[in-house]
């Protein structure tokens, strides 16, 4: 187990893995909760971004990995340590299915970020019988608002 700042371990200071709906009960009730979807530009571009338009906010796109190859973003914990989101507030993490934000937050609760969730499930959730993601689970399917360019 690695350590994070302050002598904690990463998965102390992770806070977890919520639903979508208690994600979005966060960022409603949590002046400076954050909503941080780490997918690449081309999903968000094409499958769409969630809308937090009606809280006053919006969400913060950085990828935590590069599209095409998919290789890591080097500079993610960087960046995010410089966009001005609050270390001790709560830091939602979305992708598409969980995995790629579980792995964002649990990088920034090693950088020492105190509240950090992975949105289970993320946008589009798990596949259909159709092989098909954004109807049995997730944001989409959970009817949250979101957006499509």
């Not at 690449?40 to 006053?56: C, K, M, N, Q, R």
């Amino acid at each position: 187990m690695t350590q994070g700042t302050g002598g904690q371990s990463d998965e102390a200071q992770f806070a977890g893995d919520i639903p979508v709906e208690e994600a979005w009960s966060i960022l409603r009730d949590e002046r400076d909760a954050a909503l941080i979807d780490v997918r690449t530009d081309a999903e968000w571009s094409f499958v769409g971004v969630p809308d937090l338009s009606e809280l006053g906010k919006q969400p913060l796109l950085l990828s935590w990995q590069r599209f095409p190859d998919m290789s890591p973003n080097i500079d993610f914990v960087e960046t995010l340590r410089n966009a001005g989101i609050v270390r001790d507030a709560a830091n939602l993490f979305i992708c598409r299915s969980g995995a790629r934000s579980r792995s964002a937050g649990l990088a920034m609760a090693a950088d020492g970020f105190m509240r950090c969730y992975n949105v289970a499930a993320g946008f589009e959730g798990d596949k259909d019988i159709h092989q098909h993601r954004g109807s049995t689970s997730g944001w989409k399917a959970a009817g949250l608002p979101w957006v499509q360019s």
